[in-house]
């Protein structure tokens, strides 16, 4: 039986990273509900009727991840995985996320929407924030044999 968890429909052989040595581990303050997909096409039609064609029976999801406060460092690394091109390069490679509350459960990643940053002004000292991220989990880190 299933757990409910992302982990239990995704695909089992596991999805290997464009960038394997990359892994983001800053711990959210919240993690929104995960919105669940599959490639399908779904049409109206006049009488009402719903049809769908199914292109795929893969499932994935998008994760939006917050945070109220984040350390500089944090904060710096999440910047960059996002704009160094070793790393995840925007939204051209993907990298492992740590998931904070599915223990030892570890997914192939990618960033989904752009990444905004706002700087913060703390008692004369100025460095960037990172607020939220959207992620498309789209496979299990392989298990090591």
Same mark, same amino acid.
């Given at each position: 039986?299933a757990n @409910?968890?992302?982990w239990?429909?995704?695909?089992?052989?596991?999805?290997?990273?464009?960038?394997?040595s990359?892994t983001?581990?800053?711990?959210?303050? !919240? &993690?929104?509900?995960?919105?669940?997909?599959?490639? %399908?096409?779904?049409? !109206?039609?006049?009488?009402? %009727?719903?049809?769908?064609?199914?292109?795929?029976n893969?499932?994935?999801?998008?994760?939006?991840?917050?945070?109220?406060?984040?350390?500089?460092?944090?904060?710096?690394?999440?910047?960059?995985?996002?704009?160094?091109?070793d790393?995840?390069? @925007?939204?051209?490679?993907?990298?492992?996320?740590?998931?904070?509350? !599915? *223990?030892?459960?570890?997914?192939?990643? #990618?960033? #989904?929407?752009?990444? &905004?940053?706002?700087?913060?002004?703390?008692?004369?000292?100025?460095? %960037? %924030?990172?607020? !939220?991220? *959207?992620?498309?989990?789209?496979?299990?880190?392989?298990?090591?044999?």
């Amino acid at each position: 039986m299933a757990n @409910g968890e992302m982990w239990d429909y995704l695909a089992s052989e596991g999805v290997t990273a464009d960038k394997p040595s990359v892994t983001l581990s800053v711990t959210p303050s !919240e &993690i929104l509900p995960a919105e669940g997909f599959k490639r %399908q096409d779904v049409y !109206e039609m006049d009488s009402g %009727q719903i049809v769908c064609v199914g292109i795929s029976n893969n499932s994935y999801f998008d994760v939006k991840l917050r945070w109220k406060i984040l350390t500089t460092s944090d904060a710096g690394t999440i910047m960059d995985i996002w704009h160094n091109t070793d790393k995840g390069n @925007g939204f051209l490679n993907s990298f492992y996320w740590d998931h904070p509350t !599915e *223990t030892a459960h570890v997914y192939t990643v #990618k960033f #989904k929407k752009n990444l &905004i940053t706002n700087e913060i002004a703390d008692y004369g000292t100025a460095y %960037q %924030q990172v607020n !939220e991220i *959207t992620l498309r989990v789209f496979g299990r880190k392989p298990v090591a044999v």
